[in-house]
């Protein structure tokens, strides 16, 4: 029931009726009057009472609070904000003359032309570039290009950018002379937001019996790095019928997870599991989604900027997906149009080079293929 709180209006009109009604004879409310100001003297003192019972309800009650008093409240068991992510992903450096060993060492900068946003490079020992000895990237002798990762250096999704945006190469990098990134970067988070939270202790509260699929859920929900995830009961990742198995298959927003996710997530589920039900964690099978559009606009000098804005609206939709999802046909002009009100047309377009929805299920998750915007005045 929510508090029955009364301006400063409604406190007079109240006080001078009662005042009114017990007198019995008509006395003077007028502005200035020795009845008025005592009304008004006690009206400061009724607003200011509401004042901070409204402020207390606001901080001590899940519903109502925000920010830090969300924290709070939901530390007191256990529960905590999940943090802001940088992105991350791989891009490609070049060079247009060989012959020589190049070195490109961890910390390396790199900035995007769409965010504006610094990548540093950062080590890993799987890639087939990695030089144990000096704990660089190696450009080998005959060698003119190299792919490695880069994290965005500013937490959020701030970092998340187009493809090939990130083509500045910050400071001095003798011997290579260009870098770009062939696919998008999508998987940088904001902190989570308070209703999230919200909404995450209320599954926390339910996982406390533990053994459950809520409690199941919240053990994946919980590991960092965990963008999205889906646990399917009784069924092996094949869709054969096994009672008391479950699978769980995570994504770390890439549409994939790497071999330290699946351990992360496995020993967080390991915790919650019933006795004797047996388990299994997955990667995520990518499903590549490519699109081809052509786009009318009746502003040719905006052309370039639309043909940009158009292709991360569909990337955005196309990684916003979630498991089992449905990417209809004619979802395609709707994402396109409301892009700029400029465009005036849009035909030609294909999904994954047909013109049927496309429907994912099982470990399936839609990953951005190759989008294809042709601006036509």
């Not at 006690?42 to 001590?60: E, F, P, Y």
């Not at 209320?202 to 199941?216: D, E, G, P, T």
């Not at 699978?247 to 496995?266: E, K, M, P």
Request: some cysteine.
């Amino acid at each position: 029931m929510p508090l029955p709180i009364r301006t400063d209006t409604e406190l007079l009109n109240s006080q001078v009726t009662a005042m009114q009604a017990s007198a019995g004879t008509v006395l003077d409310f007028s502005v200035g009057s020795d009845y008025r100001a005592i009304i008004e003297s006690n009206m400061g003192n009724s607003l200011w009472l509401q004042a901070l019972i409204s402020a207390l309800l606001s901080v001590t009650r899940l519903l109502t609070c925000s920010g830090n008093y969300v924290d709070t409240f939901v530390g007191d068991f256990g529960l905590k904000r999940k943090p802001a992510t940088p992105a991350f992903g791989n891009v490609t450096f070049s060079r247009f003359t060989t012959g020589t060993v190049v070195n490109v060492k961890i910390g390396t900068n790199v900035l995007s032309r769409g965010n504006g946003v610094s990548y540093a490079v950062v080590e890993d020992t799987t890639n087939p570039n990695w030089d144990i000895p000096s704990k660089s990237y190696i450009f080998q002798t005959s060698t003119s290009s190299i792919t490695i990762p880069v994290r965005a250096t500013t937490d959020g999704v701030i970092g998340n950018c187009l493809s090939n945006q990130i083509t500045t190469i910050s400071g001095v990098l003798p011997g290579v002379d260009t870098v770009t990134n062939a696919q998008p970067f999508t998987n940088g988070q904001d902190a989570q937001s308070d209703q999230s939270l919200k909404d995450e202790f209320i599954l926390y509260l339910a996982s406390l019996s533990r053994a459950v699929k809520q409690a199941i859920q919240y053990s994946v929900s919980i590991v960092p790095g965990v963008a999205r995830y889906i646990v399917v009961e009784n069924k092996t990742i094949g869709n054969v019928t096994q009672l008391g198995f479950f699978y769980v298959v995570v994504d770390d927003g890439t549409g994939n997870a790497s071999s330290q996710l699946i351990s992360n997530v496995s020993a967080s589920v390991e915790a919650y599991r019933g006795l004797t039900i047996q388990y299994a964690v997955y990667p995520p099978t990518p499903f590549p989604i490519s699109i081809t559009a052509h786009v009318f606009n009746g502003n040719p000098d905006n052309s370039a900027a639309i043909q940009a804005n158009v292709i991360d609206a569909l990337q955005n939709y196309i990684t916003s997906q979630t498991f089992d999802s449905l990417f209809s046909y004619s979802r395609i002009p709707a994402i396109i149009y409301d892009v700029d009100t400029d465009i005036s047309d849009v035909n030609n377009y294909t999904l994954n080079g047909g013109t049927s929805d496309i429907q994912i299920s099982g470990a399936q998750i839609m990953t951005v293929g190759t989008i294809t915007i042709i601006m036509n005045a």
